[in-house]
Protein backbone atom coordinates (compact mmCIF):
# COMPACT_ATOMS: atom_id res chain seq x y z
CA UNK A 1 0.00 0.00 0.00
CA UNK A 2 1.19 3.60 -0.58
CA UNK A 3 2.16 5.59 2.10
CA UNK A 4 0.06 8.68 2.95
CA UNK A 5 -0.36 11.29 5.29
CA UNK A 6 -2.62 11.92 7.74
CA UNK A 7 -5.34 14.06 6.38
CA UNK A 8 -8.41 13.31 7.58
CA UNK A 9 -9.98 13.16 11.38
CA UNK A 10 -12.64 11.19 12.48
CA UNK A 11 -14.98 12.94 15.42
CA UNK A 12 -17.29 10.53 16.73
CA UNK A 13 -20.50 12.76 17.60
CA UNK A 14 -23.38 10.22 17.89
CA UNK A 15 -23.91 10.01 21.54
CA UNK A 16 -26.89 10.38 23.26
CA UNK A 17 -25.44 12.86 25.69
CA UNK A 18 -27.34 11.04 28.81
CA UNK A 19 -24.55 12.09 31.56
CA UNK A 20 -25.37 16.26 30.87
CA UNK A 21 -29.44 15.59 30.72
CA UNK A 22 -31.63 18.25 30.78
CA UNK A 23 -28.99 20.20 28.44
CA UNK A 24 -28.92 17.57 26.32
CA UNK A 25 -31.97 16.65 25.62
CA UNK A 26 -32.81 18.66 22.43
CA UNK A 27 -28.70 19.70 21.76
CA UNK A 28 -25.87 17.23 21.28
CA UNK A 29 -23.69 17.39 24.31
CA UNK A 30 -20.70 17.99 21.67
CA UNK A 31 -22.47 21.35 21.21
CA UNK A 32 -22.20 22.84 24.80
CA UNK A 33 -19.89 25.47 25.33
CA UNK A 34 -16.62 26.02 26.95
CA UNK A 35 -17.19 29.38 27.62
CA UNK A 36 -18.16 30.93 24.52
CA UNK A 37 -17.33 27.80 22.61
CA UNK A 38 -18.55 24.75 21.58
CA UNK A 39 -16.40 22.01 22.60
CA UNK A 40 -17.11 20.56 19.33
CA UNK A 41 -15.49 23.86 17.47
CA UNK A 42 -12.17 23.45 20.16
CA UNK A 43 -11.49 19.58 18.88
CA UNK A 44 -12.16 20.71 15.00
CA UNK A 45 -9.69 23.75 15.69
CA UNK A 46 -7.15 20.94 16.96
CA UNK A 47 -7.07 18.99 14.06
CA UNK A 48 -6.78 22.05 11.89
CA UNK A 49 -3.86 23.52 13.64
CA UNK A 50 -2.36 19.92 13.53
CA UNK A 51 -2.74 20.07 9.86
CA UNK A 52 -5.24 17.72 8.77
CA UNK A 53 -6.95 18.56 5.89
CA UNK A 54 -10.72 16.94 5.92
CA UNK A 55 -12.92 16.33 8.95
CA UNK A 56 -15.47 13.80 9.04
CA UNK A 57 -17.88 13.93 11.84
CA UNK A 58 -19.99 10.56 12.91
CA UNK A 59 -23.80 11.78 13.73
CA UNK A 60 -26.83 10.24 15.18
CA UNK A 61 -29.95 11.02 15.63
CA UNK A 62 -31.02 15.25 15.47
CA UNK A 63 -27.69 16.86 15.00
CA UNK A 64 -28.39 18.92 12.80
CA UNK A 65 -27.09 22.10 14.95
CA UNK A 66 -24.01 20.76 14.61
CA UNK A 67 -24.14 20.66 10.53
CA UNK A 68 -25.58 24.30 10.98
CA UNK A 69 -22.69 25.41 13.21
CA UNK A 70 -20.22 24.42 10.56
CA UNK A 71 -22.47 26.17 7.65
CA UNK A 72 -22.54 29.58 6.67
CA UNK A 73 -25.04 31.73 8.17
CA UNK A 74 -26.50 33.74 5.59
CA UNK A 75 -28.81 35.56 7.85
CA UNK A 76 -26.74 35.93 10.82
CA UNK A 77 -24.11 37.42 8.61
CA UNK A 78 -25.77 39.77 7.10
CA UNK A 79 -27.65 40.98 10.40
CA UNK A 80 -23.36 41.57 11.86
CA UNK A 81 -22.21 42.82 8.55
CA UNK A 82 -25.55 45.64 8.73
CA UNK A 83 -25.23 46.44 12.58
CA UNK A 84 -21.34 47.06 12.23
CA UNK A 85 -20.53 44.28 14.50
CA UNK A 86 -17.21 43.41 12.66
CA UNK A 87 -15.29 41.59 15.25
CA UNK A 88 -18.15 39.18 16.03
CA UNK A 89 -18.63 39.01 11.61
CA UNK A 90 -15.18 37.25 11.76
CA UNK A 91 -15.72 35.12 14.38
CA UNK A 92 -18.54 33.42 12.92
CA UNK A 93 -17.35 33.81 9.34
CA UNK A 94 -14.40 31.84 9.96
CA UNK A 95 -16.31 28.66 11.51
CA UNK A 96 -17.89 27.72 8.11
CA UNK A 97 -13.99 28.74 6.11
CA UNK A 98 -11.87 26.38 8.83
CA UNK A 99 -11.87 23.26 7.28
CA UNK A 100 -13.63 20.76 5.00
CA UNK A 101 -16.44 19.32 6.86
CA UNK A 102 -18.46 15.81 5.94
CA UNK A 103 -21.15 14.18 8.29
CA UNK A 104 -21.95 10.64 8.32
CA UNK A 105 -24.81 9.00 10.63
CA UNK A 106 -24.45 6.32 12.57
CA UNK A 107 -28.07 4.71 12.38
CA UNK A 108 -27.97 2.63 15.83
CA UNK A 109 -25.31 3.08 19.28
CA UNK A 110 -23.47 0.14 17.96
CA UNK A 111 -19.98 1.65 19.57
CA UNK A 112 -17.21 3.54 19.17
CA UNK A 113 -15.66 1.11 16.76
CA UNK A 114 -18.79 0.92 14.56
CA UNK A 115 -19.06 4.81 14.40
CA UNK A 116 -15.29 4.88 13.19
CA UNK A 117 -16.48 2.15 10.73
CA UNK A 118 -19.24 4.31 9.73
CA UNK A 119 -16.91 7.39 8.38
CA UNK A 120 -14.77 4.01 6.45
CA UNK A 121 -16.48 5.03 3.04
CA UNK A 122 -15.51 9.31 3.78
CA UNK A 123 -12.23 8.18 4.74
CA UNK A 124 -11.54 6.06 1.63
CA UNK A 125 -9.17 3.63 3.52
CA UNK A 126 -6.82 6.25 4.34
CA UNK A 127 -5.19 6.36 7.65
CA UNK A 128 -6.77 8.14 10.19
CA UNK A 129 -6.63 10.45 13.48
CA UNK A 130 -9.95 10.18 15.89
CA UNK A 131 -10.74 12.81 18.30
CA UNK A 132 -13.30 12.13 20.94
CA UNK A 133 -15.27 14.82 21.94
CA UNK A 134 -15.00 14.49 25.97
CA UNK A 135 -11.34 14.86 25.93
CA UNK A 136 -10.08 18.11 25.52
CA UNK A 137 -6.43 19.00 25.09
CA UNK A 138 -4.86 21.81 26.54
CA UNK A 139 -1.23 22.55 24.96
CA UNK A 140 -0.64 25.98 24.52
CA UNK A 141 2.33 26.93 22.77
CA UNK A 142 3.19 23.42 21.92
CA UNK A 143 1.94 21.06 19.01
CA UNK A 144 -1.89 20.43 19.17
CA UNK A 145 -2.39 16.93 21.24
CA UNK A 146 -3.35 15.03 18.02
CA UNK A 147 -0.27 16.53 15.93
CA UNK A 148 2.15 15.16 18.79
CA UNK A 149 0.29 11.87 18.05
CA UNK A 150 0.45 11.92 14.47
CA UNK A 151 4.18 13.19 14.74
CA UNK A 152 4.92 9.96 16.58
CA UNK A 153 2.87 7.66 14.51
CA UNK A 154 5.57 8.97 11.32
CA UNK A 155 8.91 8.78 13.95
CA UNK A 156 7.77 5.12 14.30
CA UNK A 157 7.35 4.10 10.77
CA UNK A 158 3.10 4.76 10.24
CA UNK A 159 2.33 2.53 12.93
CA UNK A 160 -0.99 2.90 15.37
CA UNK A 161 -0.82 5.73 18.13
CA UNK A 162 -3.10 6.37 20.79
CA UNK A 163 -2.93 8.86 24.05
CA UNK A 164 -2.59 7.70 27.45
CA UNK A 165 -2.64 8.61 30.67
CA UNK A 166 -1.91 6.69 34.07
CA UNK A 167 -5.33 7.25 35.65
CA UNK A 168 -5.57 6.80 39.64
CA UNK A 169 -6.41 3.44 41.27
CA UNK A 170 -10.21 2.56 40.85
CA UNK A 171 -10.90 4.61 37.72
CA UNK A 172 -9.65 2.27 35.37
CA UNK A 173 -13.21 0.23 34.46
CA UNK A 174 -14.17 3.65 33.16
CA UNK A 175 -11.36 3.60 30.10
CA UNK A 176 -9.41 1.36 27.89
CA UNK A 177 -6.72 0.04 29.83
CA UNK A 178 -3.19 -1.31 28.10
CA UNK A 179 0.22 -2.84 28.92
CA UNK A 180 3.45 -2.78 27.35
CA UNK A 181 7.21 -1.83 27.60
CA UNK A 182 7.86 2.14 27.93
CA UNK A 183 10.70 2.84 24.75
CA UNK A 184 14.17 3.43 26.77
CA UNK A 185 14.69 6.21 24.06
CA UNK A 186 11.75 7.88 24.23
CA UNK A 187 9.68 8.00 27.72
CA UNK A 188 6.33 9.41 27.20
CA UNK A 189 5.90 6.48 24.18
CA UNK A 190 5.17 2.93 25.36
CA UNK A 191 4.93 0.10 23.11
CA UNK A 192 1.67 -1.67 23.98
CA UNK A 193 1.25 -5.54 23.65
CA UNK A 194 -1.95 -5.60 25.44
CA UNK A 195 -5.65 -3.76 25.81
CA UNK A 196 -8.67 -3.98 27.47
CA UNK A 197 -11.79 -2.14 27.22
CA UNK A 198 -13.45 -1.37 30.73
CA UNK A 199 -11.66 -3.90 33.38
CA UNK A 200 -13.98 -5.01 35.39
CA UNK A 201 -12.63 -3.87 39.09
CA UNK A 202 -9.14 -5.54 40.06
CA UNK A 203 -8.34 -6.90 36.49
CA UNK A 204 -6.76 -4.16 34.70
CA UNK A 205 -3.08 -4.96 33.33
CA UNK A 206 -2.20 -1.73 34.25
CA UNK A 207 -3.14 2.21 35.11
CA UNK A 208 -2.53 3.78 31.41
CA UNK A 209 -5.64 4.31 30.00
CA UNK A 210 -6.92 5.60 26.29
CA UNK A 211 -7.29 8.65 26.84
CA UNK A 212 -9.55 10.83 23.42
CA UNK A 213 -7.33 10.51 20.67
CA UNK A 214 -5.95 8.03 18.00
CA UNK A 215 -3.83 8.18 14.86
CA UNK A 216 -4.74 4.70 12.94
CA UNK A 217 -2.97 3.03 10.14
CA UNK A 218 -5.17 2.39 7.34
CA UNK A 219 -4.59 -1.60 7.98
CA UNK A 220 -7.18 -0.77 11.01
CA UNK A 221 -10.55 -0.54 8.48
CA UNK A 222 -9.89 -4.41 7.89
CA UNK A 223 -9.84 -5.46 11.40
CA UNK A 224 -12.29 -3.02 12.05
CA UNK A 225 -14.90 -4.55 9.71
CA UNK A 226 -14.54 -8.19 11.27
CA UNK A 227 -14.35 -6.97 14.76
CA UNK A 228 -16.78 -8.45 16.72
CA UNK A 229 -19.11 -6.84 19.55
CA UNK A 230 -17.29 -6.83 22.99
CA UNK A 231 -17.91 -4.85 25.98
CA UNK A 232 -21.41 -3.88 26.22
CA UNK A 233 -22.43 -5.96 23.64
CA UNK A 234 -20.43 -2.99 21.55
CA UNK A 235 -18.19 -3.17 18.70
CA UNK A 236 -15.01 -1.90 20.47
CA UNK A 237 -12.29 0.37 18.81
CA UNK A 238 -9.73 -1.23 22.02
CA UNK A 239 -10.72 -4.39 20.83
CA UNK A 240 -9.51 -3.63 16.91
CA UNK A 241 -6.77 -2.05 18.65
CA UNK A 242 -5.18 -5.00 20.47
CA UNK A 243 -5.46 -7.09 17.43
CA UNK A 244 -3.12 -4.30 15.62
CA UNK A 245 -0.85 -4.52 18.64
CA UNK A 246 -1.04 -8.41 18.73
CA UNK A 247 -1.28 -9.58 14.97
CA UNK A 248 -0.88 -6.40 12.87
CA UNK A 249 1.83 -3.78 12.48
CA UNK A 250 1.63 -2.75 15.89
CA UNK A 251 0.61 0.04 18.36
CA UNK A 252 1.88 2.31 20.77
CA UNK A 253 0.85 4.75 23.60
CA UNK A 254 1.74 8.36 23.91
CA UNK A 255 1.46 10.76 27.11
CA UNK A 256 0.75 13.94 25.64
CA UNK A 257 2.59 16.77 26.70
CA UNK A 258 -0.50 18.72 27.84
CA UNK A 259 -3.14 19.37 30.24
CA UNK A 260 -6.52 16.67 29.61
CA UNK A 261 -9.80 17.61 30.52
CA UNK A 262 -12.47 15.48 30.60
CA UNK A 263 -15.55 17.43 29.98
CA UNK A 264 -18.13 14.14 30.01
CA UNK A 265 -17.71 14.71 33.27
CA UNK A 266 -19.52 17.43 35.18
CA UNK A 267 -16.16 18.30 37.01
CA UNK A 268 -14.32 17.94 34.84
CA UNK A 269 -16.38 19.51 32.42
CA UNK A 270 -16.83 22.69 35.06
CA UNK A 271 -12.87 22.66 35.46
CA UNK A 272 -12.36 23.01 31.23
CA UNK A 273 -13.96 26.52 31.70
CA UNK A 274 -12.34 27.53 34.45
CA UNK A 275 -9.44 26.94 32.82
CA UNK A 276 -9.77 28.31 29.52
CA UNK A 277 -11.55 31.23 31.20
CA UNK A 278 -8.54 31.99 32.63
CA UNK A 279 -6.30 31.84 29.69
CA UNK A 280 -8.52 34.85 29.06
CA UNK A 281 -7.70 38.55 30.01
CA UNK A 282 -10.98 39.68 28.90
CA UNK A 283 -12.47 37.40 31.84
CA UNK A 284 -9.68 36.50 34.33
CA UNK A 285 -9.58 39.37 36.31
CA UNK A 286 -13.20 39.02 36.86
CA UNK A 287 -13.09 35.29 37.58
CA UNK A 288 -10.81 35.24 40.19
CA UNK A 289 -12.60 37.79 41.78
CA UNK A 290 -15.77 36.00 41.73
CA UNK A 291 -13.76 32.81 42.95
CA UNK A 292 -12.51 33.92 45.69
CA UNK A 293 -15.74 35.22 46.63
CA UNK A 294 -17.43 32.29 46.28
CA UNK A 295 -14.64 30.53 48.04
CA UNK A 296 -15.15 32.49 51.07
CA UNK A 297 -19.16 32.23 51.06
CA UNK A 298 -18.75 28.08 50.81
CA UNK A 299 -16.02 27.99 53.65
C1 LIG B 1 -14.13 5.52 25.08
C2 LIG B 1 -13.25 4.32 24.73
C3 LIG B 1 -12.28 4.03 25.88
C4 LIG B 1 -11.48 5.28 26.22
C5 LIG B 1 -12.46 6.43 26.55
C6 LIG B 1 -11.77 7.74 26.88
O1 LIG B 1 -15.01 5.17 26.11
O2 LIG B 1 -14.06 3.20 24.45
O3 LIG B 1 -11.41 2.99 25.49
O4 LIG B 1 -10.62 5.02 27.27
O5 LIG B 1 -13.36 6.65 25.46
O6 LIG B 1 -11.17 8.30 25.80
P1 LIG B 1 -16.28 6.06 26.52
O7 LIG B 1 -15.78 7.06 27.53
O8 LIG B 1 -16.78 6.72 25.28
O9 LIG B 1 -17.26 5.12 27.11
Known amino acids: MTRVRVRKAIIPAAGLGT ?3 PATKAIPKEMLPIVDVPTLQLIVEEAVAAGIEQIIIVNGRG ?3 IEDHFDVSFELERTLRDRGKKELLAVVERISQMVRIVSV ?3 EPLGLGHAVLV ?4 AGDEPVAV ?3 DDLYDCDGRRPAIGQLIDEYERLGQKGVVSLMEVPVGQEQLYGIVSGKVLADAPRTMHIDDMVEKPAPGTAPSRFAIVGRYVLPAEIWDILARTKPGKGGEIQLTDALKELAQKGGGCYGLTVDGTR ?3 GDKLGYLGANLAWALKRD ?4 GLLALMRRLVQEHN
Open 282 to 285: DLRP
Open 261 to 263: HDA
Open 119 to 122: AREA
Open 131 to 133: LLG
Open 105 to 107: RQK
Open 19 to 21: RFL
Open 63 to 65: KGT
